[in-house]
């Protein structure tokens, strides 16, 4: 069975710094690409930051370009993303996602975590 | 960016048929996907690929459409269906998901 956990979110002030994991199980972790997907609270959601299966390409939403930073570390099976400079704006609930295969074009989220919650606010 | 438009609300009774549409600003080709999301859960994958079942999902639920103008088809409506309905592409970048539809029953 897969299983996506994520942790690390919580209560950040502006413009600090906040790091979230994801630990997989129940499938080869370094076989696919992985995502962050986040969810504003009672919004829709929006696609975050997407990692290759060996984390040789990474690509980025504008809105968290040289902000954020997705990294996975496949001995341990987990996912990050590593954020600096948070705003406001970027309080929602992040969910970690397993995507079908490997591939940006016409890739989707297969798996998805329960989420965590960070809150940016002072 | 490729705008994904959903109606933002739907109430059908149990037992009749419902479509979902999500239309797109551009062309996605077949790279149009759905999820559902129940209140306070996480989504799950129902339609990949615009009209492909991901395993587990039940039957009542289809997809169709290409280039702009996709559809799900929930038929028929159970009471376990009331959830909130996203679509999303991958032929663009970057991804984009649709605002979502909320789906009541009667």
């Known amino acids: 069975e897969v299983q996506l956990v994520e942790s690390g979110g919580g209560l950040v002030q502006p413009g600090r710094s906040m790091k979230l994991s994801c630990a997989a199980s129940?499938?080869?972790?370094?076989?696919?690409?992985m995502a962050w997907v986040c969810q504003a609270p009672k919004k829709g959601l929006e696609w975050v930051a997407t990692?290759?299966?060996?984390?040789?390409?990474?690509y980025y939403r504008d809105s968290v370009k040289g902000r954020f930073t997705i990294s996975r570390d496949n001995a341990k099976s987990t996912l990050y993303l590593q954020m600096d400079s948070l705003r406001s704006e970027d309080t929602a609930t992040y969910y970690c996602a397993r995507l079908n295969n490997s591939g940006y074009v016409g890739n989707w989220f297969a798996y998805w975590g329960q989420g965590t919650l960070v809150t940016v606010s002072s | 960016d490729t705008v994904l438009t959903q109606s933002p609300a739907l109430a059908v009774s149990p037992g009749e048929r419902v479509t979902i549409s999500c239309r797109a600003s551009?062309?996605?080709?077949?790279?149009m996907h759905w999820y559902q999301q129940k209140p306070g859960q996480q989504p799950t994958l129902l339609i990949y690929l615009a009209s492909n079942l991901e395993s587990g999902v039940p039957a009542r639920f289809s997809g169709s459409g290409s280039g702009t103008d996709f559809t799900l088809t929930i038929d028929p409506v159970e009471a376990d269906d009331t959830a909130t309905y996203y679509c999303q592409q991958s032929w663009n970048d970057p991804w984009t998901f649709g605002g979502g539809t909320k789906l009541e029953l009667k």
């Open positions: 990692i290759s299966y060996d984390g040789s390409s990474t």
């Open positions: 129940g499938f080869t972790f370094n076989n696919y690409d």
């Open positions: 551009e062309s996605v080709s077949t790279l």
